[in-house]
């Protein structure tokens, strides 16, 4: 309360490049390349996330079907959790929650293991339900309260990994991906005349 605009917007871009460099620390190169080829290469992926998590996985969806990945995602917890009692083997799934204590999303990664699909993580670092439950954890930097106001640094944080983890993804497979974000980006560009 009470600081200006300029105080505000400093400090936002502050936390901001914390969260960039924080994550710069905690990456680990192995479990991206993991994670990359296991969503290439499965047959299907479900993405599951709720609440501003949510909106991270509704990003890595669209993300991924821009270049022709078979996938999954919707706002509607239930389908999340219908969607993982319908995968098998080679399919992959990927949670996203920044507490790693989310009921339902835990509750469609149980699922999903159950139906023997690989299991991604994006959540904080440390310990948490989440991360003990995926064969592949990509944290996040622990820079917010689990009661927060607006869930900034974990959001940017989270979307950070997504665009690395979509970058390597089109970089390892450059040609067939090519092809796919240049029909998607026609098909959009029509959309908007």
Same mark, same amino acid.
């Given at each position: 309360?009470?600081?200006?605009?300029?105080?505000?917007? *400093?400090?936002?871009?502050?936390?901001?490049?914390?969260?960039?460099?924080? +994550?710069?620390?905690?990456?680990?190169?192995?479990?991206?390349?993991?994670?990359? /080829?296991?969503?290439?290469?499965? *047959?299907?992926?479900? +993405?599951? %996330?709720? %609440?501003?998590? %949510?909106?991270?996985?509704?990003?890595?969806?669209?993300?991924?079907?821009?270049?022709?990945?078979?996938?999954?995602? =919707?706002? *509607?917890?239930?389908?999340?959790?219908?969607?993982?009692?319908?995968? #098998?083997?080679?399919?992959?799934?990927?949670?996203?929650?920044?507490?790693?204590?989310?009921?339902?999303?835990?509750?469609?990664?149980?699922?999903?293991?159950?139906?023997?699909?690989?299991?991604?993580?994006?959540?904080?670092? %440390?310990?948490?339900?989440?991360? =003990?439950?995926?064969?592949?954890?990509?944290?996040?930097?622990?820079?917010?309260?689990?009661?927060?106001?607006?869930?900034?640094?974990?959001?940017?944080?989270?979307? +950070? +990994?997504?665009?690395?983890?979509?970058?390597?993804?089109?970089?390892?497979? =450059?040609?067939?991906?090519?092809?796919?974000?240049?029909?998607?980006? /026609?098909?959009?560009?029509?959309? #908007?005349?």
């Amino acid at each position: 309360p009470g600081l200006s605009i300029k105080e505000i917007a *400093d400090t936002i871009v502050h936390n901001s490049k914390k969260v960039m460099d924080a +994550i710069l620390k905690l990456l680990d190169f192995a479990s991206i390349q993991t994670a990359a /080829e296991k969503i290439f290469n499965s *047959d299907r992926i479900d +993405i599951y %996330g709720v %609440g501003a998590s %949510g909106i991270v996985a509704l990003d890595l969806y669209q993300k991924l079907l821009r270049i022709g990945v078979k996938c999954m995602y =919707s706002p *509607d917890s239930h389908l999340q959790l219908t969607s993982a009692c319908g995968l #098998r083997k080679g399919d992959c799934a990927v949670a996203v929650s920044y507490s790693g204590e989310t009921p339902i999303v835990l509750k469609s990664v149980e699922e999903a293991k159950k139906s023997g699909a690989f299991l991604i993580g994006i959540t904080r670092f %440390g310990k948490n339900p989440l991360s =003990s439950a995926v064969d592949v954890n990509l944290p996040v930097p622990f820079t917010e309260p689990l009661l927060r106001e607006g869930a900034m640094a974990s959001r940017l944080s989270q979307l +950070i +990994i997504v665009d690395i983890l979509f970058s390597v993804i089109a970089s390892r497979n =450059s040609k067939t991906i090519l092809k796919h974000l240049k029909r998607t980006s /026609e098909a959009v560009k029509q959309k #908007r005349r």
